[in-house]
């Protein structure tokens, strides 16, 4: 029995289809549908059923999915352990944000594709939550705050966030001195979010309300940049334009709490080093770019964490 049979079975069943899992798997959809009926003739029984929206698994093949998932997670974990310490191969398919994504993680998978030239890198950019077993992906990079739910996370670096305006804004408008005073200035927000902040060591939320509204941090700094209003942004985001002058971080002595990024990976699964060598080099990317230091006006401090251990998180 062929494993690329099987593991290409566990692909179809996954995505949904032969399609889905042609372009999960970069081949075209003949060589998939090609080993899934080399498998089925093999075992005797008809796996997938068919169907004009995509393809459903039979009771024999619900049955034999089950196996084949133990199956693919060992020999994923026994590649590992005989490969070469330096080798990695096969496929790394990683869900990134949108808004840190091609800016700030986009150059550690270039140079993790420079290092490694036989693994295939393929990268979806989104700020949605995928479905990390659904869509077939090894991991994701998420920001924020993560709930728990059942994925495994590791934590890489922290996100610090700002309050930040223009000069000229602050010039003809001055800026809040405590949460409190949010709600007399415009906000520049994604929506209908919420924005916290710290005040004598406790979690303060206010409900900021504005005219001018983003789906893009990078829109935001943008227009904050020029003078629409305040905006609650994440430091690695408005870095560059502090340091040039374009925006003043404000209201420093309440600053909000801080996030963190992290690498989930769906339970269950075997650890690959694939995984585990970009949650390394991600690691490196916080420790050594000032873009994700603490921006504080008042101490000029710099605050850098390292990794996290394994938790169980969204």
């Not at 084949?68 to 080798?87: L, Y």
């Not at 728990?148 to 670096?157: F, N, P, T």
């Not at 990078?218 to 020029?226: G, N, P, Q, R």
Request: glycine fraction near 8%; include cysteine; charge should be neutral.
């Amino acid at each position: 029995m062929n494993i690329e049979d099987i593991l290409t079975f566990i692909e179809v069943a996954e995505a949904g289809g032969v399609s889905a899992a042609a372009r999960r798997l970069g081949l075209s959809k003949s060589i998939v549908s090609r080993r899934l009926l080399r498998l089925e003739e093999e075992l005797g029984a008809q796996l997938v059923a068919r169907t004009t929206r995509g393809a459903a698994l039979t009771e024999a093949g619900s049955i034999f999915r089950e196996h084949a998932s133990r199956i693919g997670a060992e020999i994923e974990a026994a590649r590992d352990t005989i490969r070469p310490a330096g080798d990695l191969r096969g496929r790394l398919r990683v869900a990134m944000p949108l808004t840190f994504g091609p800016t700030h993680f986009a150059p550690v998978l270039a140079d993790m594709a420079r290092r490694y030239p036989l693994l295939h890198i393929h990268t979806v950019y989104s700020d949605r939550f995928v479905d990390l077993v659904a869509e077939g992906f090894d991991c994701a990079v998420r920001v924020g705050y993560l709930s728990d739910s059942e994925l495994l996370a590791r934590r890489v670096g922290p996100i610090y966030g700002t309050l930040v305006a223009s000069p000229d804004y602050v010039r003809e408008h001055g800026s809040p001195g405590s949460p409190t005073e949010i709600s007399d200035h415009p906000a520049l927000m994604q929506g209908t979010e919420t924005w916290q902040f710290m005040v004598e060591g406790r979690v303060v939320t206010t409900n900021p309300q504005g005219r001018f509204k983003a789906d893009s941090a990078l829109a935001l700094a943008t227009a904050a940049a020029a003078g629409l209003g305040i905006a609650w942004l994440p430091t690695c985001i408005v870095y560059d334009q502090v340091v040039s002058g374009a925006l003043l971080p404000i209201m420093t002595n309440h600053p909000p709490p801080t996030a963190g990024a992290y690498v989930v990976r769906p339970p269950g699964r075997h650890s690959e080093r694939k995984v585990d060598v970009l949650a390394d080099l991600l690691t490196d990317l916080f420790v050594r770019d000032p873009h994700f230091e603490a921006i504080d006006l008042r101490t000029s401090g710099q605050s850098t964490m390292g990794p996290g251990p394994i938790l169980r998180s969204s």
